[in-house]
């Protein structure tokens, strides 16, 4: 199975950048549909971002734009470039696999994911 490693998160002002990278090992990225998802305090997990197997996208209605989800298979890495970044973005943002296709209408919903890793701070004010 793979396992996954989120880096990038920090504390930035409104209206500036991060990118967030999710690495993984032990499999390739290829083999997976891939997700960043992320999660306040006493919320429930939401999803941000979906990359399937095939390459199509999904999205959640709050990235407008402003989130680009994207791939590096030789450093087998996951990445989400957020601009434009507001202070209700701040969460842990996690990074999720599931092996194989999903369908698009279950991309950002978490229970379809089984590999998570441990997530990442984002801090916007």
């Known amino acids: 199975h793979v396992q996954l490693v989120e880096s990038g998160g920090g504390s930035v002002q409104a209206g500036g950048s991060l990118k967030l990278s999710c690495t993984a090992s032990?499999?390739?990225?290829?083999?997976?549909?891939m997700a960043w998802f992320r999660q306040e305090p006493a919320a429930d997990r939401e999803g941000v971002y979906a990359?399937?197997?095939?390459?199509?996208?999904n999205y959640a209605t709050f990235v407008k734009g402003r989130f680009t989800i994207s791939k590096d298979v030789a450093k087998n890495t996951l990445y989400l470039q957020m601009n434009g970044l507001k202070p209700d973005d701040t969460a842990v943002y996690y990074c999720?696999?599931?092996?194989?296709?999903?369908?698009?209408?279950?991309?950002?919903?978490?229970?379809?994911?089984?590999?998570w890793g441990q997530g990442t701070q984002v801090t916007v004010s």
């Open positions: 990359l399937a197997t095939d390459g199509t996208v």
């Open positions: 032990g499999d390739t990225v290829n083999a997976y549909s």
């Open positions: 999720a696999a599931s092996r194989g296709w999903i369908s698009p209408e279950f991309r950002l919903r978490a229970p379809w994911y089984d590999r």
